[in-house]
């Protein structure tokens, strides 16, 4: 092979692999902003298949964090679980962790992300708290090509700065009960439950 070709081939592989850097860092987690944490919870749902995926839903969830149960919920059973008020992280991502290891299929839609993050809102300088309350999200899950669950509501999120700057969520309330159905509603907590 002459030098010629030889330069040129090399030069394609250092064109490719500095796309590969690109590609890859362009889908690195951003949790530098509350818009950049709720973003990453929905790919983290969104891709529950992914190596490594337990460990960056982690990241989004502060060490303290409490999911809230819609209050219609507390006190019903799924299964033999009898609903609590609330779970610590660790029983969340009890249920997450096999709620992503046995789903067939999971889509979470939370539609003012599209938006932007000016839509969404920002944190003011100094802050340390951040609440954004009436977050719309849509969750389907399939449990097999034909059967699943979906819950749609609204939901509350507050944030927390670290001290690595990062805004992980620190309280996530349901509230995607909808009361005036006439049948049975499937809310998110209830679908988490199922899981745990």
Known sequence: MSLRKIIIVSAL????????????????????????????????????????IINRMDAVLSPNFIFYFDPEDVGDYVGYYE?????????????????????????????????????????????????????????????????????QGFCDFEFGKDGSGNWPITIWWDRTVMVLMTTSPVSLGKILAFFY
């Open 13 to 52: 592989a250092l064109v490719a692999l500095i796309s590969c850097d690109e590609e890859t860092a362009s889908y690195y987690p951003d949790l530098s902003s509350p818009y950049g944490v709720l973003t990453e919870l929905v790919y983290c749902f969104n891709n529950h298949q992914e190596d490594g």
């Open 83 to 151: 609903i609590p008020v609330f779970w610590t992280k660790t029983e969340l991502m009890s249920a997450v962790r096999n709620m992503f290891n046995q789903a067939y299929s999971i889509e979470l839609q939370i539609p003012i992300l599209d938006e932007s993050e000016d839509a969404f809102g920002k944190p003011g300088e100094g802050d340390t708290a951040f609440t954004r309350i009436n977050v719309y999200v849509n969750l389907l899950l399939m449990v097999d090509e034909s059967n699943g669950y979906q819950a």
